[in-house]
């Protein structure tokens, strides 16, 4: 009968065993001599005291694998089989070197992470017209820049509404406007970035190759920062001073824009001719989206949709102008 004590199987004493080996081999040679019912104390060894406890620990081996199911002690095995032998191991300050699979997978990361640049632009795009409406909003006269006293005596500095008033109530391109400038430099190196990926997703393609790709993505990344935190900064200005025009007054100017002829509801209309949609013929006729979207926007208010995101389904037909021109 099987001594009770061999049958405790000693998990950190078999862990213990596993490290001391030099290999695979030793184990394996082990568990199958005593389970044949060799005497492995006749061969020679090296080291006595180490094949003893291989002895032991190989019986408990088999003792504990008698009360599991099969598939547990085919795991063992196959794990005991996939030891690695030491001149198959690399010391762990060796950093692994990334294959074309790794490289693979960062250029399909770096085309979705572009689009996200773009969906942040949509965020920030849905921010602006949802402080142009409340701007528009305000009685005309309380968002000159002129010295006339507001209803409640509420002062305020000229420069904002100078620059309110030169964003809002125009119809010129964005691209000769300065405040859209980080806007278009975000977008383009999202659009270099998305076109980069998609055009190398498929084909033939080396490590090297894609490497390079990889840093050109990773620099994209670092120029995009600045842009950024210009843009947010801007957006957050804006929007300040919108709110800061807005409490002049009490009274509500939804009425007044929604007459087309009125003075508030033409600069609202002559506002939206400069929205990237419209100025690049995406929306069809013009006069026709202008009037239906400025009924939505009195109704419903800015919705979340995309508007930059639009832009890269298509840009063969899309050339930006240079802002420094």
Not at 15 to 38: E, F, M, N, P
Not at 40 to 56: F, G, K
Not at 95 to 105: H, I, M, N, Q, S
Not at 172 to 183: A, D
């Amino acid at each position: 009968m099987t001594d009770p004590k061999l049958l405790t199987f000693n998990l950190n004493a078999t862990a213990d065993l596993l490290s001391q080996l030099t290999g695979r081999s030793k184990v394996r040679k082990a568990i199958t001599s005593l389970s044949r019912g060799k005497d492995m104390s006749a061969e020679p060894e090296d080291n006595p005291s180490l094949l003893d406890q291989a002895e032991v620990q190989a019986t408990l081996w088999q003792e504990y694998g008698r009360y599991h199911m099969p598939d547990k002690r085919d795991r063992m095995n196959r794990w005991i089989d996939n030891i690695a032998y030491d001149s198959e191991l690399e010391p762990a300050s060796i950093a692994r070197r990334a294959t074309l699979g790794v490289f693979e997978d960062w250029l399909h990361w770096s085309g979705y992470n572009a689009r996200q640049w773009l969906r942040t632009l949509d965020e920030c795009e849905q921010r602006f017209r949802a402080a142009g409406l409340v701007y528009h909003q305000i009685p005309y006269h309380l968002r000159r820049p002129i010295a006339v006293p507001a209803p409640n005596g509420f002062p305020l500095d000229q420069l904002p509404l100078v620059r309110l008033s030169q964003i809002f109530e125009t119809d010129q391109s964005r691209t000769k406007e300065v405040f859209f400038r980080p806007w278009f430099q975000v977008y383009d190196l999202a659009i270099e970035s998305i076109n980069t990926a998609d055009a190398h997703t498929h084909g033939s393609k080396s490590r090297e190759f894609l490497k390079g790709i990889n840093k050109r993505f990773n620099e994209s990344c670092i120029r995009l920062t600045r842009p950024l935190n210009i843009l947010n900064e801007g957006l957050v200005w804006l929007e300040d001073a919108v709110a800061q025009v807005h409490g002049r007054s009490d009274l509500g100017g939804s009425e007044m824009l929604a007459s087309e002829f009125s003075r508030e509801g033409s600069l609202f209309r002559r506002w939206m001719q400069t929205f990237r949609e419209v100025e690049l013929g995406l929306v069809g006729s013009k006069s026709a989206f202008i009037k239906g979207y400025a009924d939505t926007l009195l109704t419903v208010g800015v919705e979340p949709k995309e508007y930059w995101s639009l832009l890269a389904e298509d840009t063969s037909w899309v050339k930006m102008e240079s802002l420094n021109a």
